[in-house]
C-alpha cells in the first residue's frame, strides 16, 4: 500500500539517524484480487472496510468453502471435546443460540481457538482418560501465554501529512532494534510499525493519558488544529517470551451465559520485556524528532493491547515438555490438531497471523498426504 505523506515524512527521519525502515505489509487487496476491490484509502479497515479490500475469513476463504459444500454453524459455544474408549475425540458438543445442546461427529478434530480459548476448551474436556484435561499429560496447556506488550509513541508535526488517510494499518515498519543485543540489557527486541491516527472522531474522543471528555467544550477546535492530520505512531511490538507464571486456567467461580467456567487470565509483564519497552520507546522518540516532530507523546505500556494471544500449547516434538507435535497433532490424542497462535514456541516481535496461517496450512497439507495412515474415530 501507499506509505503516503506520514509515511514518507518517519522515513527521512529513520534515514537522518541510518536506522533501517521497508513499506509494511497488510492485508488489504491494493488492486482487485478475485472477488475483492482494491483498496480506495477511507481509512475505516477497524470499524469494517466499505469496500470489501481488507483481509477478513468471509471474503477471502468462507464463501468459496460454502460453495464447495462446507457447512457453517454459527453461533455455537463448543462446551467440551468427546472422547471414546479408545481416548481419540469422537467430536464436539456445543450449545447453540437457542440453549439447546448438540453434537458434531468427527473422523478427526481440528481446533482454532488461539491462545486463550484453545486451553480453555481443553482444560474442560476431562473424561476418564483425561482428568486433567484433554492433552495435557505435559502439564503445559494454558502455561506460557504471551501477548505482546505494546507501546505507542506520537509525535506531533506541523505539516499536514494526512495521517486521517487510510488504510489504518501500518505503512511502514522497522527492525533496526529486533536483534538480541545484550548491551542494552535484555535479550530479543521489536518491531516498529507506523500508523496513521484516523479522522476527527479519533481525536476528539482519545487522547493518551487524558480523560477522553477533555476532547470537548473549548478543547474542541485547539486539539482538531493541533493532531488531525498532523499526529502519528510509532508502534512497538515486543517479543514477549515464554514463562510459566503467565497462564490461561478456567475461573472456580465465574461462567459465562451458558454456564461454562471462563478464562482466567494470570500474566505479568517480564523483566526482559520491561527493559525492551523503555530502550525501545526512548529510540522512536528519537525517530520522531529526527523526522521533525514538534512533540513527542508516550504511552509505555498501552493498557488494553495484548490482542495476540500465543504460546498456551506448546509445539514440539519432546511429548514431555509440549502439546503438539511439529504437524500440530496432540502427542496424547492423535486425531485432534491445533492450528492457531497457542502453539507458538516463542511469541516472535512481529504480528502473527501470517505464521499461524503458515502453521496451519503446513499441518493440514500433512495431514491430507497421510490421510490413509490418520487415526480417526468411528
Avoid at 12 to 40: E, Q, T, V, Y
Avoid at 313 to 338: C, I, K, Q, W
Wanted: proline letters at 6%; hydrophobic letters at 35%; charged letters at 20%.
Amino acid at each position: 500500500m501507499p506509505i503516503g505523506k506520514y509515511g514518507l515524512a518517519a522515513a527521512k527521519g529513520m534515514d537522518k539517524l541510518g536506522w533501517h525502515w521497508w513499506p509494511a505489509p497488510n492485508a488489504i487487496a491494493s488492486r482487485k484480487f478475485k472477488n475483492r476491490p482494491a483498496c480506495r484509502r477511507y481509512g475505516a479497515c477497524e470499524s469494517g472496510c466499505p469496500t470489501g479490500a481488507k483481509a477478513s475469513t468471509d471474503f477471502t476463504h468462507w464463501r468459496d468453502a460454502i460453495a464447495a459444500g462446507v457447512v457453517l454453524v454459527t453461533g455455537a459455544r463448543v462446551r467440551q471435546l468427546t472422547v471414546d474408549n479408545r481416548g481419540l475425540v469422537t467430536g464436539a458438543e456445543y450449545v447453540d443460540r437457542d440453549g439447546v445442546v448438540r453434537h458434531q461427529a468427527a473422523g478427526v478434530t481440528v481446533l482454532a481457538a488461539n491462545g486463550t480459548g484453545t486451553p480453555r476448551l481443553l482444560l474442560n474436556s476431562t473424561s476418564e482418560q483425561f482428568p486433567d484435561g484433554l492433552a495435557n499429560s505435559s502439564g503445559l496447556v494454558g502455561k506460557r501465554l504471551m501477548v505482546h506488550p505494546y507501546a505507542s509513541v506520537y509525535g506531533t508535526y506541523e505539516d499536514e501529512l494526512e495521517t486521517w488517510l487510510g488504510p489504518s494499518g501500518q505503512a511502514l515498519q522497522s527492525m533496526q532494534f529486533y536483534e538480541t543485543d545484550t548491551s542494552r540489557g535484555f535479550v530479543r527486541g521489536a518491531k516498529w510499525n507506523l500508523m496513521p491516527t484516523g479522522g476527527p472522531l479519533t481525536h476528539t474522543l482519545w487522547e493518551p493519558g487524558d480523560d477522553w471528555r477533555e476532547g470537548f467544550g473549548p478543547a474542541f477546535h485547539t486539539r482538531l488544529r493541533t493532531t488531525l492530520g498532523r499526529y502519528t505512531e510509532w508502534g512497538i511490538t515486543t517479543e514477549d517470551l515464554p514463562e510459566d507464571h503467565n497462564e490461561v486456567v478456567l475461573d472456580p467461580d465465574a461462567t459465562d451465559s451458558d454456564g461454562l467456567p471462563v478464562p482466567r487470565v494470570r500474566y505479568t509483564i517480564s523483566e526482559n520485556t520491561d527493559r525492551m519497552l523503555k530502550f525501545h520507546v526512548e529510540r522512536a522518540a528519537e525517530a520522531h524528532r529526527a523526522a521533525g516532530a514538534t512533540s513527542v507523546l508516550t504511552v509505555p505500556v498501552v493498557r488494553d493491547s495484548g490482542w495476540h494471544l500465543l504460546g498456551t500449547a506448546r509445539m514440539r516434538t519432546d511429548p514431555a515438555t509440549s502439546v503438539v507435535d511439529e504437524y500440530g497433532r496432540a502427542h496424547d490424542v492423535p486425531n485432534l490438531f491445533v492450528i492457531d497462535g497457542s502453539v507458538f514456541v516463542t511469541s516472535t516481535g512481529v504480528n502473527p497471523t501470517a505464521t499461524i496461517m503458515a502453521v496451519a496450512l503446513r499441518a493440514m497439507r500433512h495431514l491430507a498426504d497421510h490421510r490413509r495412515n490418520q487415526p480417526a474415530a468411528d
